[in-house]
C-alpha cells in the first residue's frame, strides 16, 4: 500500500491490547491521536520509543492527544512489555500485520544481507475526526514525540 499522507482518512482498526480488551480507531473519536508502530516490544529502539511516550503522557494529554503502540507481537507479550516498563497506555496486538499494511509500514527491510517483511518504525498523528495530520516513515525511536510535538505546535 502507499504511504499516507496529511489530509488521508486513518485506517480503521480493531486490535486486542495487553489487559485482552478490543481497542478501535473511532474509540477515540473526538479526541487527537498518536498512533504508532514499532518492531518488537522490549527491544532496545522499542523501549526507547514506548518509553518517551509514556514520558510525554502528560504533555500529550493536556494537548487533548491520546497515543497507542502497535506491533506484531501477542497480547501477553505486550502486557509483559507494558509491566516491566511501567507504560500504561494501550499496546496493540497486529499478529497478522494487516493493520500496518493499511498504514503503509509493513515492507521489505534488510539486517546482514537478508531480505524479510517487517514493521517500519512509523508514527501517524491523527486528528479528531479521523484524518492524518501527519505522517512519518523510517521515523527513529526518540524523535516520536518530538516531531509530534512540533506538528501540534508545542515544541
Excluded at 498512533?35 to 494537548?63: I, N
Excluded at 509493513?106 to 484524518?131: N, P, T
Amino acid at each position: 500500500m502507499a504511504q499516507l499522507k496529511p489530509g488521508d482518512k486513518a485506517p480503521d482498526f480493531n486490535l486486542t491490547d495487553q489487559q485482552g480488551k478490543q481497542v478501535k480507531l473511532g474509540s477515540f473519536k473526538g479526541k487527537k491521536l498518536l498512533v504508532y508502530f514499532y518492531p518488537k516490544a522490549d527491544t532496545s529502539g522499542c523501549t526507547k520509543q514506548a518509553c518517551s511516550v509514556r514520558d510525554a503522557e502528560p504533555d500529550l494529554s493536556a494537548l487533548g492527544v491520546a497515543a497507542v503502540g502497535i506491533s506484531p507481537d501477542s497480547p501477553d507479550r505486550q502486557k509483559k512489555f507494558d509491566t516491566k516498563h511501567s507504560l500504561g497506555f494501550p499496546l496493540l496486538s497486529d499478529p497478522d500485520h494487516s493493520v500496518a499494511e493499511r498504514y503503509g509500514v509493513w515492507a521489505e527491510k534488510k539486517m546482514y544481507g537478508k531480505s524479510y517483511m517487517g514493521i517500519v518504525r512509523s508514527s501517524f498523528l491523527i486528528d479528531e475526526k479521523g484524518k492524518v495530520i501527519q505522517a512519518w516513515y523510517g521515523i527513529k525511536p526518540d524523535a516520536t514525540i518530538p516531531e509530534a510535538k512540533k506538528a501540534l505546535g508545542s515544541e
